[in-house]
């Protein structure tokens, strides 16, 4: 079983930045994509970055940009740096691994809150 763990969340005002870390840990598959999702009330969670083990990133339309997905692989963990925050950034955000095999694992965190507020 894979558990994964994020810190970083917080309150910040718009213009801010904040770091999310989500260290994973247990029996994880080499071939992996590690990544970030949000959910804001009444909306359905949304992909905001991803990270193969490789180094290859994909980015949401809303965080390019602003955003950078990272990954220490010798640590099992991924980054989030998010700047120049806004307002509509409010969400839970959601760490993520999927295993790239047949039948692969797909695990989450338990989510860590961001707000961003003046």
């Known amino acids: 079983q894979v558990q994964l763990v994020e810190s970083g969340g917080g309150l910040v005002q718009p213009g801010g930045s904040l770091r999310l870390s989500c260290a994973a840990s247990?029996?994880?598959?080499?071939?992996?994509?590690m990544g970030w999702y949000r959910q804001a009330p009444g909306n359905q969670r949304e992909l905001v970055a991803a990270?193969?083990?490789?180094?290859?990133?994909d980015y949401a339309e809303s965080a390019k940009g602003r955003f950078t997905i990272s990954k220490d692989n010798a640590k099992n963990t991924v980054y989030l740096q998010m700047n120049s925050l806004k307002p509509e950034d409010t969400a839970v955000y959601y760490c993520?691994?999927?295993?790239?095999?047949?039948?692969?694992?797909?695990?989450w965190g338990q989510g860590t809150q961001v707000t961003v507020s003046s």
């Open positions: 990270i193969t083990r490789t180094g290859t990133t």
């Open positions: 993520n691994i999927k295993e790239v095999r047949s039948n692969g694992g797909d695990y």
């Open positions: 247990g029996r994880i598959f080499p071939i992996h994509i």
